[in-house]
């Protein structure tokens, strides 16, 4: 599972929402790659800018938000005798013109079905022959 979720580059063949990922450095992973994901959710489009500001090496990795929508993010796995837990948590601040925190909290109802659906489709991706 680690394995799929440092391949930063290929987040965009599991996260329905990630159209394109476009790397701003040389690097593509480890903290300090910086990155582009164009993120289309129904008639919303946006360029989500991130960098990787900590990378725990077969644990999680943690990305701030540096777009229009600022914020924390942090994917992380933990075994649990059966498997892996994935655990997919986000911090995000809307600008005030976009209703702040109005439109985080409506935000977060729909990012958080979207980001289960995203975790799903890894998990089938790594379990389909």
């Known amino acids: 599972m680690w ?8 987040h965009v063949t599991w ?16 903290v300090g790659t910086k990155m582009k994901v164009e993120t289309v959710l129904g008639p919303f489009r946006t360029t989500d800018v991130m960098e990787v500001v900590s990378w725990d090496e077969g644990h999680s990795i943690e990305v701030e938000h540096h777009g229009l929508v600022r914020g924390r993010g942090t994917l992380s796995v933990s075994p649990d005798g059966q498997g892996t837990i994935v655990t ?34 890894l998990e089938e991706s790594l379990t389909s022959p």
């Open 15 to 30: 996260m329905r929402d990630a159209r394109s990922i476009e790397f701003g450095t040389d690097l593509t992973s480890g």
């Open 88 to 121: 997919w948590d986000e911090t995000l601040v809307f600008p005030w013109w976009l209703g702040g925190p109005v439109t985080a909290w409506v935000a977060g109802l729909v990012l958080s079905q979207t980001w289960r659906a995203n975790l799903e489709r």
């Open 3 to 10: 394995a799929a979720l440092a391949d930063l580059r290929s």
